[in-house]
């Protein structure tokens, strides 16, 4: 569900603390005359993943969903020189609108796109070695997030910080017999979380442009 004052409220605090800008706009109209999905998430939400990962100081972020980029443009632009963000896409097709759109921003050199399943490019980048994250994003498909957040968890450290996507789901999370692999997915998630030791965290409820759902905000707080 979607009210109109949730919309028109998120209209409001973009129109005063989320100022329109190109590469962003044309991240977001390049992916709708695309055809993809519009799922991304939010400005006032993209801006709040950006000064998370700039309160944390990260200077190697994973995302693990691309989709066109939005969120990928919003990261990269915390990090700062000599940073890095690896960013894993499973469609071609998006990952190519993705492509584009990050190069327009002027980030490219700090973004390095995967394209690949999740599952079978995480691995990968777990043998390469190149340190932990310091921020994971998760925000691809639901069924898998419990595996996602496990290779998140196994490339963080004390202190990094891992935030996941859509936990809510219009509160469908708590309907326990609910047939949808995603809330299945995702209550599988939530209900790791709350038993693993490594790390701790919280989850918040969203209302705005995309309706009501959430976040799951995760400190690790011990070695992995
Ligand atoms: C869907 C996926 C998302 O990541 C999101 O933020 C909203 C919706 C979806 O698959 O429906
Ligand atoms: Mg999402």
Redesign the pocket.
């Known amino acids: 569900m979607t009210e109109p004052l949730w919309t028109a409220v998120d209209h409001y605090i973009d129109g005063l603390l989320v100022p329109p800008d190109a590469a962003l706009d044309a991240a977001i109209e390049t992916s709708t005359a695309a055809g993809l ?1 519009p ?1 991304n ?1 939010t400005p006032s939400q993209g801006k709040l993943l950006h000064l998370l990962a700039r309160i944390q100081g990260a200077r190697r972020i994973l995302e693990i ?1 691309t989709l066109g980029g939005y969120s990928t443009i919003w990261l990269a632009r915390a990090l700062p020189e000599g940073g890095r963000l690896i960013t894993i896409e499973a469609s071609p097709k998006h990952a190519d609108v993705a492509r584009a759109n990050i190069l327009r921003a002027g980030v490219g050199s700090l973004v390095d796109l995967r394209v690949g399943l999740g599952l079978e490019v995480l691995p990968r980048i777990a043998a390469e070695g190149g340190g932990a994250f310091d921020l994971t994003f998760i ?1 691809a498909d ?1 069924q898998s997030i419990p595996e996602y957040f496990s290779f998140a968890l196994k490339l963080s450290k004390p202190g990094s910080v891992i935030i996941v ?2 936990v809510v789901r219009d509160g469908r999370v708590i309907d326990a017999k609910s047939s949808d692999p995603d809330i299945q997915g995702i209550r599988r998630f939530n209900e790791m979380l709350a038993a693993e030791p490594r790390v701790s965290a919280t989850a918040i409820q969203t209302v705005g442009a ?1 309706g009501h ?1 959430g976040f799951a905000i995760v400190l690790v707080t011990r070695n992995i």
């Open positions: 999905p799922i998430v969903g925000d639901k996507d859509n995309k759902d």
